[in-house]
Every structure is written in C-alpha cells, then in structure tokens.
C-alpha cells in the first residue's frame, strides 16, 4: 500500500511541474474568471430587482443569499 502511495505521489508531482503555462495565459484565464463573475453578479442583481418590481415577497434574511425558485 505504501509503495502505490509513494509511486502515485511521484507521478502527480511529474504531472504538475509538465503543466506549466505562460503568464499571458494566466493572465487571460484571471481577465475570464473576472468577466464571468461580474457578469453573474449583474445577472443575480438584475434578478432580485425584477422580482421586486413584480411584487413578490423578499426571501427570509435566514436564507443564505438564494431565492428559492417555485
């Protein structure tokens, strides 16, 4: 059991040092991360606001953060 251990640890440690990328692919890959969590913030904010407006009820302060869908 030991050695599967120590042989599977070893191959991880080859595969993580082969995958290295270059900074202007880390920096693409932070711009998409950044563009895609701003745009669920608009979308999560545009969502309360129309449920405001149609009158429905605000969620429980209870609730973390998510509006049960009926």
Excluded at 54 to 60: C, F, I, L
């Amino acid at each position: 059991m030991e050695r599967k251990f120590d042989e599977l640890e070893k191959k991880q440690e080859n595969a993580s040092s082969e995958k290295k990328i270059t900074r202007k692919q880390a920096l693409k890959k932070t711009g998409l991360m950044a563009v895609s969590a701003a745009t669920m913030m608009v979308m999560i904010s545009n969502n309360a606001e129309a449920r405001r407006r149609r009158g429905e009820p605000r969620p429980d302060p209870g609730v973390s953060g998510a509006y049960c869908a009926r």
